[in-house]
């Protein structure tokens, strides 16, 4: 057995603090394995030790920001990631609280441990109107989007954001940027390629000397503005037209 772990922080405006915005972060990882150099630990620590650092200090922060959210935010660590998102499939067809009623879902899967960057990749980038959420706050650090240049490897389709997507929530998930600032041009696709053939669900993903978490923090300061926001706005987010979701949101909505 392996279990969910949730937090609520409540709304502030009593009649919206029934409505809520969910981070999520899964927790698990690849548990042990035959010894390689001694070590029998897949330690996780980019995928997602890292992920789940980061919605805890966004749950810090937004606990002391002021004013307080108007709706309820959830900060749901999910269990089993890594044996097909089956945590947060559990909870998308088992929710703590229902959901036309949950107004979004950003989820952090990995973060950027190599700097700043001048860029944000938004994985299943144009789907809904949380992209515009997000593109509001990186305007606001002089930053740009671009789209998953990826995107025939389904990266949409392989985190938990997308249990909340298939059930009709608007989820966002976000990667680091290629642009990084002082680095040469090359520097970003290098460090990208390196991880995925290095360290990637390998007993090599461990905290390295080489990490420079300026630019987690700025991602993570960029995704608690996206929730942030979208706590306090006058309306919930919508999926765009064409997206494969929306169907399953308007019906869910009825047309609220």
Do not use: C
């Amino acid at each position: 057995d392996s279990q969910n772990v949730v937090a609520k922080l409540e709304g502030s405006d009593p009649k919206l603090r029934d409505e809520y915005v969910v981070y999520t972060a899964h927790w698990d990882h690849l548990g042990t394995g035959e010894p390689v150099n001694g070590d029998t630990v897949f330690d996780g620590a980019l995928d997602n030790a890292s992920g789940v650092a980061s919605v805890l200090e966004m749950a810090r922060a937004l606990t002391q920001i002021k004013p307080q959210p108007r709706r309820s935010i959830l900060f749901l660590m999910v269990t089993a990631e890594e044996q097909g998102l089956l945590g947060s499939q559990h909870y998308a067809t088992r929710p703590l609280y229902p959901l036309e009623k949950t107004v979004a879902n950003i989820n952090v899967d990995g973060v950027n441990q190599w700097g700043r960057t001048r860029d944000l990749t938004v994985i299943g980038m144009g789907a809904s109107e949380l992209d515009d959420y997000l593109r509001d706050a990186a305007q606001e650090q002089k930053r740009t989007l671009r789209p998953d240049p990826e995107a025939e490897k389904g990266f949409y389709y392989r985190s938990d954001h997308f249990n909340f997507a298939k059930v009709g929530v608007p989820a966002l998930y976000i990667d680091s940027g290629v642009e990084y600032i002082g680095k040469p041009a090359e520097y970003g696709q290098q460090k990208r390629d390196e991880y995925t053939s290095r360290d990637y669900h390998s007993r090599s993903d461990t905290i390295k000397p080489d990490w420079d978490l300026t630019g987690a923090a700025e991602d993570g300061r960029l995704l608690l503005a996206v929730g942030y926001r979208v706590a306090n706005a006058d309306r919930f987010p919508e999926w765009k037209a064409g997206s494969e979701f929306k169907a399953r949101r308007d019906a869910m909505m009825g047309g609220k």
